[in-house]
């Protein structure tokens, strides 16, 4: 085993421990394991895997965004809302979790937009997130963290550690280097596909019109213990749309904050979520590739808003929306990356939480 391999481990088993003595994801977990009676852990990923620890990833967001203290490092500028989600008990077919009750839930959302710079445009055209906490009936959480792309930009939690190493601030310039980003593209074939959407797709003119995609394979698992793969998306109710080449020259700064709450004060906002069924051969652990077309899907429920709330004044400000929190029912594929989620997003959340 390497040198760096040794490290990489030491770091991460040093994040777990620090995750267990804060409680930010083990006693979520704990919470939600308590309602079916045994522990639940989020796996954590082979050594293999965590070849760029979350410590190293965190540390090159801040090198390319800076630190703006009390904010997250990543998906920075956001803006939270409150609704509901009633989910289709059809879906116990292949999930038992309580997400598919037919029970109205009460939700914590966030949507967002990707990178460190509080200050980015809504014109950027950069994926936009939205994150789901879901309140349970028996007191549990689950959460989801999705994007409005359909693929992720990284295969390997390497090639996540390489991009912002390579979006560093020049001490010189003020500004990255284009070189190094471009030697980046050129050597992460990984990253093509999302950098081919966002290219193609312009953003949204408000996240009412914006559908969002779980990126990663989960497994659903029914009662009798079935488990079947499955990748879900939320579709907008209003429809998707896209703003103009000339329209995104002429929005203001922050549209989307604005637009979502003047949109959430004339009435709910919903989007339908949508499972889809995977087969045999399509990839579960790579998320930067997509399945195709003609799979099997089913309407799993449907997300309603009711409210939305500048990020500093929101629920969701405090939420450290670690996707490897889930309900009985739902479990994490060996996806690498969504492996690493885990572990970063409590590192940033850590950082965020001693800023204050």
């Known amino acids: 085993m390497s040198d760096r391999k040794v490290r990489s481990r030491r770091e991460f088993l040093t994040i777990a421990s620090r995750l267990a003595a804060m409680g930010f994801v083990t006693m979520a977990t704990a919470t939600a394991a308590a309602a079916v009676g045994k522990t639940v852990r989020p796996q ?24 703006h ?8 500028k956001g803006v939270g809302a409150l ?7 059809e879906i116990k077919e292949i999930s038992r979790s309580a997400l598919f009750s037919g029970e109205k839930l ?46 992720f930009f990284a295969a390997v939690p390497q090639t996540f550690l390489d991009k ?44 009412a019109n914006c559908a969002f995609y779980s990126i990663h394979a989960f497994k659903f698992i029914n009662a009798a213990g079935k488990t079947t793969i499955v990748k879900f ?12 080449d000339a329209q995104l020259k002429s929005m203001p700064p922050d549209f989307l904050e604005q637009a979502l709450i003047e949109r959430t004060s004339t009435g709910a906002v919903n989007w339908d979520m949508i499972v889809t069924i995977g087969e045999p051969g399509d990839p579960e652990t790579n998320p930067t590739l997509l399945w195709p077309k003609n799979r099997r899907e089913i309407k799993a429920g449907t997300l309603t808003l ?23 029912g739902i479990a994490p594929t060996d996806d690498p990356v969504l492996l690493f989620r885990s572990p970063s997003y409590a590192t940033s959340h850590t950082r965020r939480v001693r800023d204050l």
């Open 44 to 67: 954590e990923p082979s050594e293999e895997q965590i070849e760029a620890t979350a410590e190293e990833v965190v540390d090159a967001l801040e090198d390319a965004y800076g630190v």
């Open 69 to 76: 203290r009390g904010q997250r490092r990543n998906h920075t």
């Open 83 to 89: 609704g509901t989600f009633i989910g289709n008990p």
């Open 106 to 151: 009460d939700i914590v959302a966030r949507f967002s937009i990707a990178g460190g710079d509080p200050m980015v445009s809504d014109a950027d055209k950069s994926p936009r997130g939205m994150a789901l906490q879901f309140r349970l009936p028996n007191g549990s959480l689950h959460h989801m963290t999705m994007l409005s792309t359909p693929m």
């Open 164 to 207: 912002f190493i390579a979006l560093a601030i020049d001490p010189k310039t003020g500004k990255p280097d284009p070189a190094k980003f471009k030697q980046f593209e050129s050597s992460h074939s990984d990253n093509v596909l999302q950098t081919k959407f966002l290219q193609e797709n312009n953003p949204p003119p408000s996240y």
């Open 233 to 244: 998306r939320f579709v907008p109710q209003d429809g998707e749309k896209q703003l103009s």
């Open 306 to 328: 009711t409210s939305a709330t500048p990020s500093n004044l929101a629920g969701s400000y405090e939420i450290n929306y670690d996707p490897l929190i889930l309900s009985d």
